[in-house]
């Protein structure tokens, strides 16, 4: 399995400066659109100018959405992986992700998941996030019922069975 | 969930002049009035105090409590990601960038505001443009600001305005 530069665990600061030199784009564009529609409305000569100006504030805000989701995923993803790891920690990484995926875990769950699946326990995971222990059981069992697993051990063998299994040939 | 004193009466009172002054200045106050003025002198007055006290105030108020760091400022915002609710006593490590931030920005817009009255920028557009983009600048700043504070307010469950004004933050892990 191959990972393009950006999905390394590096620091994203690139990807940082990008959202925040478009923030400011979009602040900028937002005021001038505004601005142009307080001055002359929706008069003809202008409309066509404001219509383009608008499309593109907006989709820049999506852009910008976007990334943000991606910069967020990139950080939750560095949290877990060592600052070298190796192709093949990346790939047995990768797969775990797949199944917190197809779980639907929230953020905090995959955080917990992910801790679960490293071997520490409640007492550290709590303090790990800062967290009350019984917050951290809560979003335990939500793990344990989304992933249809009863404890620690079903939910890793879960895991493992994918890593291990003989893929069936393909008729 | 304990309570614990952060903000010390001088932190708490520039925090709260600087939202007066600057507002007044940016917002209400003439441009061109000697009012403007001797606010801006206000202001600079009082960020060179900050200064100061960041050097010699009390333990949170102190620049060596928050150090600008990208590493720190990373974790944080891996906390935010993994939905970690890590509590921060004194300044956070974002927070401590956007305090940084003001106090530079601050300053250059009093020191661009004082060339405009001097004879040798008096009536250069440079000066005034460079002004304007500051304050600009500062604005977005004060709003992002604003905006963080909220979110974290809510993130963590710590009242962060309130601890500006009473100077404890409450709800605090033990």
Same mark, same amino acid.
């Given at each position: 399995?191959?990972?393009?530069?950006?999905?390394?665990?590096?620091?994203?600061?690139? =990807?940082?400066? =990008?959202?925040?030199?478009?923030?400011?784009?979009?602040?900028?564009?937002?005021?001038?659109?505004?601005?142009?529609?307080?001055?002359?409305?929706?008069?003809?000569?202008?409309?066509?100018?404001?219509?383009?100006?608008?499309?593109?504030?907006?989709?820049?805000?999506?852009?910008?959405?976007?990334?943000?989701?991606?910069?967020?995923? =990139?950080?939750?993803?560095?949290?877990?992986?060592?600052?070298?790891?190796?192709?093949?920690?990346?790939?047995?990484?990768?797969?775990?992700?797949?199944?917190?995926?197809?779980?639907?875990?929230?953020?905090?769950?995959?955080?917990?998941?992910?801790?679960?699946?490293?071997?520490?326990?409640?007492?550290?995971?709590?303090?790990?996030?800062?967290?009350?222990?019984?917050?951290?059981?809560?979003?335990?069992?939500?793990?344990?019922?989304?992933?249809?697993?009863?404890?620690?051990?079903?939910?890793?063998?879960?895991?493992?069975?994918? =890593?291990?299994?003989?893929?069936?040939?393909?008729? | 969930?304990? @309570?614990?004193?952060?903000?010390?009466?001088?932190?708490?009172?520039?925090?709260?002049?600087?939202?007066?002054?600057?507002?007044?200045?940016?917002?209400?106050?003439?441009?061109?009035?000697?009012?403007?003025?001797?606010? !801006?002198?206000?202001?600079?007055?009082?960020?060179?105090? @900050? &200064?100061?006290? !960041?050097?010699?105030?009390?333990?949170?108020?102190?620049?060596?409590?928050?150090?600008?760091? @990208?590493?720190?400022?990373?974790?944080?915002?891996?906390? &935010?990601?993994? !939905?970690?609710?890590?509590?921060?006593? !004194?300044?956070?490590?974002?927070?401590?960038?956007?305090?940084?931030?003001?106090?530079?920005?601050?300053?250059? &817009?009093?020191?661009?505001?004082?060339?405009?009255?001097?004879?040798?920028?008096?009536?250069?557009?440079?000066?005034?443009?460079?002004?304007?983009?500051?304050?600009?600048?500062?604005?977005?700043?004060?709003?992002?600001?604003?905006?963080?504070?909220?979110?974290?307010?809510?993130?963590?469950?710590?009242?962060?305005?309130?601890?500006?004004?009473?100077?404890?933050?409450?709800?605090?892990?033990?």
């Amino acid at each position: 399995m191959t990972h393009p530069a950006s999905l390394s665990n590096k620091t994203p600061l690139g =990807l940082m400066a =990008l959202i925040l030199i478009q923030v400011i784009c979009a602040i900028f564009f937002a005021t001038d659109v505004i601005s142009d529609f307080a001055e002359s409305g929706m008069a003809l000569s202008g409309r066509y100018h404001l219509i383009i100006e608008s499309g593109a504030t907006v989709s820049l805000c999506a852009a910008i959405l976007l990334e943000t989701r991606y910069f967020l995923y =990139l950080l939750r993803r560095k949290a877990h992986l060592e600052k070298s790891a190796s192709v093949a920690t990346m790939a047995v990484f990768d797969i775990i992700e797949s199944h917190f995926d197809a779980w639907q875990l929230t953020p905090s769950e995959r955080d917990i998941a992910m801790f679960l699946v490293k071997g520490l326990g409640i007492a550290e995971i709590a303090k790990m996030r800062g967290s009350a222990e019984g917050t951290v059981k809560s979003h335990l069992n939500a793990i344990y019922r989304k992933s249809g697993t009863a404890n620690r051990g079903e939910l890793l063998s879960s895991i493992i069975d994918t =890593l291990i299994e003989e893929r069936p040939a393909s008729p | 969930m304990k @309570r614990i004193r952060v903000w010390d009466l001088f932190v708490r009172v520039f925090h709260w002049s600087l939202v007066i002054l600057f507002g007044a200045n940016a917002l209400i106050i003439d441009e061109d009035s000697a009012v403007h003025e001797w606010i !801006g002198y206000a202001v600079v007055a009082l960020i060179v105090a @900050r &200064i100061i006290w !960041g050097l010699v105030g009390t333990r949170y108020a102190r620049f060596s409590s928050f150090p600008p760091s @990208r590493s720190a400022a990373m974790e944080q915002m891996t906390d &935010i990601a993994a !939905g970690r609710t890590r509590a921060h006593v !004194g300044h956070t490590p974002l927070g401590a960038w956007m305090i940084y931030n003001l106090l530079v920005t601050m300053l250059l &817009i009093g020191l661009s505001g004082y060339l405009m009255t001097t004879d040798m920028f008096w009536g250069m557009e440079w000066t005034e443009e460079l002004h304007e983009i500051l304050v600009s600048w500062a604005e977005l700043s004060v709003v992002a600001h604003i905006a963080a504070v909220i979110f974290e307010s809510r993130r963590l469950h710590v009242n962060l305005p309130r601890a500006m004004v009473t100077g404890y933050k409450e709800n605090m892990p033990e």
